[in-house]
């Protein structure tokens, strides 16, 4: 179930230590790759032994034991997909809380980029303390994932809330992070990418600065939610999902009439090439000094023309590279072209779209509703894209 997922998991000094033993093997289980790294403290309560048989691993507890040129901090970053800190003691969350990185696992977590998951464990009265308190609540407001403790019989003797979070539901909240719904389950989605290149003769062509990025991030998020993805690309890559590679906009046109016909929706994240050369030269065009003079004949309009096809059920959604009036050339475009949706993003910023890994975009919809995507890298981008459109339609 969690194949090829890598969890890192952080265990403090507390007593239910020893429930993550069997948290570990439960991740094992699934097929997931489990690292472990632990507070100093936490070897009162489980040995490194157990530990590494458990995850099959190497157990980290030294905040300067450097890898590989990485110091091991960043290392156990990189090469995790998410950071569950049970259980997680009272001290703990307080360093995290203010960013106090006084052993490893603490530094961890300072420099960690994705999500966190914390179980607390600890007396009631810890629990209840204003500090703490006021410390997960300042976690949570900066989208930490608190998995409450859970009120029984306590280790210290007394009954109250404080006890470590049933192993299945610390398992259940880690899984749901990481394989997100299927919403696009057995919804069949073309995506074109990249930039068309039309040929002048055997050695040029003309093309445009487009990488292809954004189009591809939109594919692998829509596999990644359950889609039937089709990718008709410029941009040659290798997936798990169906690409059909092309270089005219007239190939991409073919290929885009074909895959749309049967398909839930189709994003045109291509930026195609308006003209072609009339008549294209099959040998190389030599030098003869003066003007040379190419005839261009316009493209068809891809996206247009999908949208005078398309079915009521069939949900389009174009994009537009603008350098100057970004919201109104959208309103526009989204007028003439006839799709259901129009991202637009500013080229005129050197920061994001085109060949950048960034993007900042606006989705505008039939009625003009827009709604923003801050700036942030192309691959959430296309998370949020396909969240906020098909999360909402059909
Ligand atoms: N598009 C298309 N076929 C074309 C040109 C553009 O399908 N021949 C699609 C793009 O994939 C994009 C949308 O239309 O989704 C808008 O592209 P853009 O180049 O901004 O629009 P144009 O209609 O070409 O307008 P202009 O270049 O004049 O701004």
């Avoid at 591809?216 to 290798?238: P, Q, R, W």
């Avoid at 040998?283 to 079915?311: A, Q, W």
């Avoid at 080229?347 to 994001?352: E, G, L, Q, T, V």
Wanted: glycine share 6%; hydrophobic share 40%; charged share 25%.
């Amino acid at each position: 179930m969690l194949s090829g997922k890598n969890i890192l998991i952080g265990i403090t000094g507390a007593i239910a230590a020893y429930k993550t033993l069997e948290l570990i093997r439960l991740f094992k289980k699934n097929n997931a790759n489990v690292k472990v790294v632990v507070t100093p403290n936490a070897l009162n309560f489980v040995t490194k032994t157990t530990l590494e048989a458990l995850s099959q691993n190497s157990v980290d507890v030294e905040q300067f034991n450097i890898r590989e040129y990485k110091p091991e901090h960043i290392s156990l970053c990189d090469g995790s997909d998410i950071f569950v800190i049970a259980p997680a003691s009272a001290n703990t969350i307080a360093k995290m809380t203010h960013g106090i990185c006084d052993n490893l696992l603490t530094s961890v977590f300072c420099a960690y980029k994705k999500p966190v998951v914390v179980a607390p464990c600890m007396n009631t009265n810890m629990w209840e303390n204003p500090s703490t308190v006021k410390n997960i609540e300042t976690l949570k407001s900066r989208g930490i994932k608190i998995i409450e403790p859970e009120s029984g019989f306590l280790a210290c003797g007394t009954e109250g809330k404080g006890r470590l979070a049933d192993i299945n539901i610390i398992f259940d909240t880690v899984k749901e992070i990481l394989l997100p719904a299927q919403i696009l389950k057995g919804k069949k989605i073309v995506i074109t990418a990249g930039g068309t290149k039309e040929d002048i003769d055997t050695v040029r062509y003309i093309g445009n600065y487009s990488s292809g990025k954004m189009g591809i991030a939109l594919a692998d998020n829509a596999y990644k939610l359950g889609a039937d993805v089709v990718l008709i690309s410029t941009a040659e890559v290798k997936k798990q999902y169906k690409v059909i590679n092309v270089q005219t906009a007239e190939e991409m046109y073919q290929a885009v009439k074909t895959e749309f016909k049967d398909a839930y929706s189709l994003i045109m994240a291509a930026a195609v090439s308006d003209y072609r050369i009339k008549n294209k030269s099959d040998k190389k065009i030599k030098k003869t000094g003066g003007t040379l003079h190419l005839k261009l004949v316009e493209n068809p309009d891809i996206l247009k023309e999908m949208c005078k096809i398309k079915n009521n059920n069939q949900v389009i959604i174009g994009f537009c590279a603008e350098s100057e009036n970004l919201i109104n050339n959208a309103k526009e475009k989204i007028k003439n072209k006839g799709c259901d949706y129009i991202c637009a993003n500013d080229i005129s910023k050197k920061d994001i779209g085109f060949s950048s890994n960034f993007n900042e975009l606006y989705i505008i919809d039939k009625e003009y509703n827009i709604i923003h995507i801050e700036k942030t890298d192309k691959n959430n981008a296309a998370f949020q894209i396909i969240e906020k459109i098909y999360g909402k339609s059909k």
